[in-house]
């Protein structure tokens, strides 16, 4: 398993709340760390304010396309000091995502073993994004009435999102979120 072998990767850290590597070994064999694309589409159309997205893609991708409202922090930033209250929202569900899952998965696995909270995965990346939501796929006639249903709301969902060529999105007014460093305080200098 690829995600296994990056967890000797990290750098070792002092920290109390830092996940064993035993547990996080646990933890990937638990399929509760994904969310699909479904349900992030419907999250992000009823404006639930529990969510919150990090794209760890670089900023030259994020900025070619991005989900509405999410944050870009590059996955080799996202342990980064400047990006921990970030990271440390008690009362969202960040959720993060890149063009598949490798990065995003490599994201999870570092913010986790960092003792991070609350941390998840968008199930299939962009390309899944793209496959159901943007372009949905018709059942076939065969199909049960709840492959209908759900091929309703992803055609719903692509005009929501501007996709299928139904509706042309309105980019003059969007502003990406791009999470800044902070500026380095000075350290005073002398004793007490």
Not at 34 to 63: G, K, Q, W
Not at 81 to 109: C, H, K, N, R
Not at 158 to 174: H, K, M, P, R, V
């Amino acid at each position: 398993m690829l995600g296994g072998a990056g967890l000797f990767l990290l750098p070792i850290k002092d920290k109390t709340n830092e996940v064993q590597p035993k547990e996080l070994m646990t933890a990937l064999f638990d399929q509760t760390r994904y969310i699909s694309t479904d349900e992030i589409a419907e999250r992000l159309i009823n404006e639930d304010p529990s969510l919150f997205l990090i794209d760890v893609r670089m900023a030259d991708y994020y900025y070619e396309f991005s989900l509405p409202g999410a944050a870009n922090i590059p996955l080799e930033e996202i342990l980064s000091p400047d990006f921990a209250e970030y990271l440390e929202q008690e009362f969202m569900d960040i959720v993060f995502y890149s063009t598949g899952d490798i990065f995003a998965e490599q994201a999870w696995m570092m913010a986790s073993r960092a003792g991070y909270e609350n941390l998840y995965i968008m199930k299939g990346g962009l390309n899944e994004w793209f496959a159901t939501i943007i372009q949905p796929q018709k059942p076939a006639d065969t199909e049960p009435e709840e492959a209908f249903a759900l091929y309703a709301f992803r055609e719903g969902a692509s005009q929501y999102f501007g996709g299928g060529g139904l509706i042309e999105a309105e980019t003059d007014n969007l502003q990406p979120v791009v999470v800044k460093r902070k500026k380095k305080e000075a350290v005073v200098e002398g004793g007490c």
